[in-house]
T-cell receptor, first 111, second 113 residues
Framework: ELKVEQNPLFLSMQEGKNYTIYCNYS?????LYWYRQDPGKSLESLFV?????AVKQEGRLMASLDTKARLSTLHITAAVHDLSATYFC???????????FGAGTRLTVKP | NAGVMQNPRHLVRRRGQEARLRCSPM?????VYWYRQLPEEGLKFMVY????????ESGMPKERFSAEFPKEGPSILRIQQVVRGDSAAYFC???????????FGPGTRLTVL
């Protein structure tokens, strides 16, 4: 059975601190997505990682993909309150945009 | 270009009633995906459709749930004889092709009383 595991599931950070969210998956895939979801809202696409070693950065967020280890990371640098949200990783398992989502990491950034 | 549209945004049904959720994909997108998000949980894939065809329904409950994406009009997720456990947010996403990024709609929040 395919598993997509994120950790931590809950993360409380101080502003200005750095942290990493991890996404492990149990099947072969070379396409991984990161999404952000604000409470009561839909998902916003953050990153699409398409190959082993891919690294993408946008503002204070940086995502990477290691397909051999079946691991993606989302690194947060110098967190600010506006980053408070739930972050989901999703793995494309069939090459047909058949995605499976992690449970999400609920991030709270405190002043 | 309008984004993915879903309606209604909120739907309240009593146990035993039917719920119909609609999804209009982005212009030019012919692939539609439905996901369910239970409270405090992540998204779970339900079904993947391309115009008039169901490509993958491995995440759909075997009973009471059905989906369609007709040649004309929106995709419909239909839940018959709803039960309290069906209360969730249902998200639809669309993409232009099978390997393109999916764009998500705002979701329909279904509450079963």
């Amino acid at each position: 059975e395919l598993k997509v595991e994120q950790n931590p599931l809950f993360l409380s950070m101080q502003e200005g601190k750095n942290y990493t969210i991890y996404c492990n998956y149990s099947t072969t895939s070379d396409r991984l997505y990161w999404y952000r979801q604000d409470p009561g809202k839909s998902l916003e696409s953050l990153f699409v990682l398409l190959s082993n070693g891919a690294v993408k950065q946008e503002g204070r967020l940086m995502a990477s993909l290691d397909t051999k280890a079946r691991l993606s990371t989302l690194h947060i640098t110098a967190a600010v309150h506006d980053l408070s949200a739930t972050y989901f990783c999703a793995v494309d398992i069939g090459g047909n945009n058949d995605m499976r989502f992690g449970a999400g990491t609920r991030l709270t950034v405190k002043p | 270009n309008a984004g993915v549209m879903q309606n209604p945004r909120h739907l309240v049904r009593r146990r035993g009633q039917e719920a119909r959720l609609r999804c209009s994909p982005m212009k030019g997108h012919s692939h539609v995906y439905w996901y369910r998000q239970l409270p405090e949980e992540g998204l779970k894939f339900m079904v993947y459709l391309q115009k008039e065809n169901i490509i993958d329904e491995s995440g759909m409950p075997k009973e009471r749930f059905s989906a369609e994406f007709p040649k004309e009009g929106p995709s419909i997720l239909r839940i018959q004889q709803v039960v309290r456990g069906d209360s969730a947010a249902y998200f639809c996403a669309s993409s232009p092709g099978p390997e393109d990024t999916q764009y998500f709609g705002p979701g329909t929040r279904l509450t079963v009383l």
